[in-house]
């Protein structure tokens, strides 16, 4: 089995900043990509961020240029820094990966979802 643990939302004032962490664990033998994606009240969850075993990254026009997600393979760990905070990034972040076990077995973990509320 493999989880992912979400960690560093919270409240934060318009334009600030706020780091988002998702660690792996278990019987991992890679990840072959991250994602990251949100869902705001009464709305769909969107991806906004996703980087590859590589290091490629795409973002959503929404956040590019004010959102960086990277990746720590050693600690099988995803970061989202995200800037210049808009109120309308409220919403619950989550972070996904596909993941492959020790067993061959292939992954599509999520996390539990982490709540960012940007206001003043």
């Known amino acids: 089995q493999v989880q992912l643990v979400e960690s560093g939302g919270g409240l934060v004032q318009p334009g600030g900043s706020l780091r988002l962490s998702c660690a792996a664990s278990?019987?991992?033998?890679?990840?072959?990509?991250w994602g990251w994606y949100r869902q705001a009240p009464g709305k769909q969850r969107e991806v906004i961020a996703t980087?590859?075993?590589?290091?490629?990254?795409n973002y959503a026009d929404s956040v590019k240029g004010r959102f960086t997600t990277s990746r720590d393979n050693a600690k099988n760990t995803v970061y989202l820094q995200m800037n210049s905070l808009k109120p309308e990034d409220t919403a619950v972040y989550y972070c996904?990966?596909?993941?492959?076990?020790?067993?061959?077995?292939?992954?599509?973990?999520w996390g539990q979802g982490t709540q960012v509320t940007v206001s003043s």
């Open positions: 996904n990966a596909d993941v492959i076990a020790i067993t061959g077995i292939l992954y599509d973990s």
């Open positions: 278990g019987s991992i033998l890679s990840i072959y990509a």
């Open positions: 980087i590859t075993s590589d290091g490629s990254t």
